[in-house]
């Protein structure tokens, strides 16, 4: 089976501009989490999205949102970018949620000026 | 809210030593405990998992134990090679559609 992908890899915008980032999961995977990965602050959780709907959320301002299509890709959305937006964004998915392996994509980077 | 502590930050150790990683949690309700393993560059890959009604699970040189009494899980690598350097992570789910990680241990061995 294909891995996790991300697209784009990396991406360069400007504070205030806002940015959309791609997640496709394993085939077969219902699940996708999302995380922002930086160096002072390891992997912080941003949300996960099952069955297109969200069930959990991490504690990061309404900029950040996401959702998820019927073929389980993912999306997140990131809206009035913040210098302290450059980051690392990885995706994980799994078959399902709560307890389960999590895959990661190789993650998207981040860099906003 | 859900917090997992994660140590040492750094840790150093010679070709053929042990190397030990500590997580402490804090939800008692989490059930699920996988360790990842990021090398530079890399995406972070499952190595080993353990789940609440399991002590400890042993894959080939690595091992994890879990006290869920004291909400405790260690990673424990033996005869430790230099393709072993890298930051390990632990995590912990509670079956709630999240998933907490620690902040990571950067591990360097030594030739």
């Known amino acids: 089976k294909a891995g996790v992908t991300q697209t784009p890899r990396y991406l360069i915008k400007t504070r205030g501009q806002q940015v959309t980032l791609s997640c496709s999961p394993i085939?077969?995977?219902?699940?996708v989490s999302w995380y922002q990965q930086t160096p002072g602050q390891g992997l912080q959780f941003l949300f996960e999205?099952?069955?297109?709907?969200?069930?959990n959320k991490g504690n990061f301002p309404g900029r950040f949102s996401g959702r998820q299509f019927s073929n389980s890709r993912s999306e997140m959305n990131v809206s009035t970018l913040e210098l302290g937006d450059s980051a690392l964004y990885l995706c994980?998915?799994?078959?399902?949620?709560?307890?389960?392996?999590?895959?990661f994509g190789p993650g998207t980077r981040l860099t906003v000026t | 809210g859900e917090n997992v502590e994660q140590h040492p930050s750094t840790l150093s150790v010679q070709e053929g030593d042990s190397a030990v990683i500590k997580c402490t949690y804090s939800?008692?309700?989490?059930?699920?405990f996988p360790w990842y393993k990021q090398e530079l560059g890399k995406r972070p890959q499952l190595i080993i998992d353990?789940?609440?009604?399991?002590g400890e699970k042993k894959d080939q040189r690595i091992a994890v134990t879990l006290n869920k009494t004291a909400k405790h899980f260690s990673l424990h690598i033996t005869e430790t090679q230099p393709e072993d350097s890298a930051v390990y992570f632990c995590?912990?789910?509670?079956?709630?559609?999240?998933?907490?990680f620690g902040a990571g241990t950067r591990l360097f061995v030594k030739a």
């Open positions: 999205y099952f069955s297109e709907t969200q069930r």
């Open positions: 353990i789940r609440s009604n399991v």
């Open positions: 994980a998915s799994s078959v399902t949620s709560g307890g389960t392996e999590q895959y």
């Open positions: 085939s077969g995977h219902r699940s």
């Open positions: 995590a912990a789910n509670t079956g709630g559609f999240k998933t907490i």
């Open positions: 939800d008692s309700a989490s059930n699920y």
